[in-house]
């Protein structure tokens, strides 16, 4: 393996595929943590539960399954004594529903996630109205409006916001997984709006870091390959960032790779969500590299 500019370079002998590897692609570092976390709770002999998928890769929660890890949609479902927050996070209310049926609960809520619903809690303790943008069906986002008091609003676009009627005190708040430029966008329009209105970016700097690196390898390949799942929203972005500069695919896995990905191709760029484990992206390389 080769190192240049940061950015890990395989070249291809067999084939005339030059494939480049971001350095940064996969588990980020709270996804990392959860998933050391619930496996560690899960060698104590009892089940655990998590409220909602803890990782969102169907390969890592079959994982976890087999190690006695399980997700289930509700803190009802819960039947053991363990129930995991994922690192989304969740309203304060769900977190009182399931310390009121006696369950241990390890919350594995996202540092940066948790500032954000800090955020969002000490601004509607001061009357101020919260908006937040991003995907108002992510659990992140739901879980943040749940901090964020009866006024909040969420938008997922310039549009969505051009419609609110804001007045001070109002705060800007953005999914901590959202993309760099769309969020400078609705800050822009934001402050139109409501000049005296106070922006906090939270964005995650890992996002950030993954979003630049995939750029910066998108402008220097023909065709760029995103792997993780169809439910994480991270991959999602990632996949939109990279196509607006050249042809992108997303891939679950190796078996979703195809020949004509790559026609006319000389060298390729792959990347990975913050879902995406190590051993997958491994997998989509080895792929490619055989040609298979």
């Known amino acids: 393996m080769i190192k240049l500019s940061g950015i890990a370079v395989l070249p291809e002998v067999l084939l005339k595929l030059e494939v480049v590897l971001a350095r940064h692609a996969g588990f980020c570092s709270g996804v990392r943590k959860a998933v050391v976390t619930v496996l560690a709770a899960s060698k104590e002999g009892t089940e655990v539960y998590t409220l909602g998928p803890l990782v969102h890769n169907e390969m890592v929660g079959q994982y976890l399954a087999e190690h006695g890890v399980y997700s289930v949609s509700s803190v ?62 992510h659990p992140e986002v739901a879980g943040i409006a749940g901090w964020a008091g009866d006024g909040a609003a969420v938008v997922s676009s310039a549009g969505e916001l051009d419609k609110l009627e804001l007045q001070e005190p109002t705060v800007l708040l953005v999914q901590t997984t959202a993309s760099k430029e769309d969020f ?54 990632m996949v939109e960032i990279c196509r607006r500069l050249k042809p992108t695919y997303r891939v679950a896995g190796a078996g979703d790779l195809k020949p004509h990905f790559f026609t006319g191709c000389r060298r390729v760029g792959v990347t990975a969500g913050a879902s995406t484990p ?12 055989k040609g298979d």
């Open 278 to 289: 190590d051993w997958t992206i491994k997998e989509v390389v080895e792929r490619m590299e």
């Open 76 to 137: 009802e479902e819960a039947t053991g004594p363990v129930l995991v927050i994922r690192t989304h996070g969740v309203a304060p209310a769900v977190l009182e529903k399931a310390r009121s049926r006696g369950l241990k609960v390890i919350d594995c809520t996202c540092p940066r996630v948790r500032r954000v619903q800090e955020l969002a809690a000490e601004a509607a303790a001061t009357g101020a109205r919260v908006v937040i943008f991003g995907d108002p069906s």
């Open 184 to 237: 400078a966008a609705i800050k822009a329009l934001f402050l139109e709006k409501v000049p005296g209105g106070k922006v906090f970016d939270t964005l995650c700097p890992e996002t950030g870091l993954k979003q630049d690196e995939a750029i910066a390898i998108a402008e220097s390949v023909d065709t760029m390959v995103v792997v993780g799942s169809a439910t994480s929203a991270n991959t999602g972005t």
